[in-house]
């Protein structure tokens, strides 16, 4: 059974994901480790160290991570920091939220990660609120990601980095075609397994296929007005970390 992703309007898009998390939010942290092999924890590891959050700086430094689900982001920030850096998770998912709200209380973390529930094409907050903005593994659900790019350019701060964490094009031959075999015929399977529902695995599968390769999606960056754009491979360009500065 598939999705069928390829004929509906941006309308439905968001509506088809909203019910995917909501089916998967309490089990969402086992599946990424389950179906990544824990490297979601690598990965997300390389982009907080190239994000370099600072330490022991003068002022409060805020950080702003959109499609943030259940925080894992947020958390590794504010953990390799100090009081002065906070964070902001913002979703359009409430049952993810939940999740991450839960997490954060029981880590002691909720004096500095905040939960908001918004659209990353529409932001609730005002023009340049934050010194970070991050979205992983979110914007390739965005239904309008040019307009995702503009909005997250308005609430940084001059000076303020974007930084975005996506499944990408595999760049190492013989790894794609083992990736493609992998996503095509473990993903979903095994999704149903755990969560009693192959659909949104077979979503997620179709969605990362259609994302656009890290050079496009650079530009792509460059046209919402960010400078200094560049990005990095992790695994051989099973995910991609892109930066852009606001200046
Ligand atoms: N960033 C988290 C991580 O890396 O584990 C969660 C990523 S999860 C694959 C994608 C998230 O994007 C979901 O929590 C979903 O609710 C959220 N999302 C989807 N569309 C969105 C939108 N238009 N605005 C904000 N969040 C959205």
């Excluded at 309308?11 to 480790?33: I, P």
């Excluded at 002065?84 to 709200?101: F, K, P």
């Excluded at 360009?237 to 852009?244: E, P, Q, V």
Aim: include cysteine; hydrophobic fraction near 40%.
């Amino acid at each position: 059974t598939s999705f069928g992703f390829t004929s509906v309007g941006e309308g439905q898009k968001q509506a088809l994901v909203d019910d995917v998390f909501h089916k998967v939010a309490e089990r969402y942290d086992l599946m990424n480790d389950l179906m990544s092999g824990g490297m979601h924890r690598v990965w997300k590891d390389a982009f907080v160290s190239w994000l370099a959050p600072p330490r022991g700086s003068a002022r409060n430094w805020r950080l702003l991570d959109v499609a943030g689900g259940t925080g894992d982001i947020a958390t590794q920030v504010v953990r390799r920091s100090d009081e002065t850096v906070s964070a902001v998770v913002c979703d359009i998912n409430n049952s993810m939220l939940e999740v991450g709200r839960e997490r954060a209380d029981k880590n002691g973390l909720s004096a500095l990660i905040e939960f908001t529930q918004g659209n990353a094409e529409d932001l609730p907050f005002p023009d340049r609120s934050f010194d970070a903005y991050t979205i992983a593994f979110g914007i390739r659900n965005v239904p309008d990601i040019p307009k995702a790019l503009r909005e997250a350019r308005r609430v940084l701060k001059r000076g303020g980095r974007f930084l975005c964490l996506e499944f990408s094009d595999v760049d190492v031959p013989g790894l794609d075609r083992v990736y493609d075999a992998f996503s095509f015929n473990v993903i979903p399977p095994m999704g149903r397994w755990v969560t009693g529902d192959g659909d949104p695995y077979q979503y997620l599968v179709e969605s990362i296929r259609k994302f656009p390769h890290q050079e496009r999606f650079a530009d792509m960056i460059r046209e919402a007005g960010f400078e200094n754009v560049s990005y990095r491979n992790y695994s051989g360009g099973i995910a991609a970390a892109h930066s852009g500065w606001k200046f």
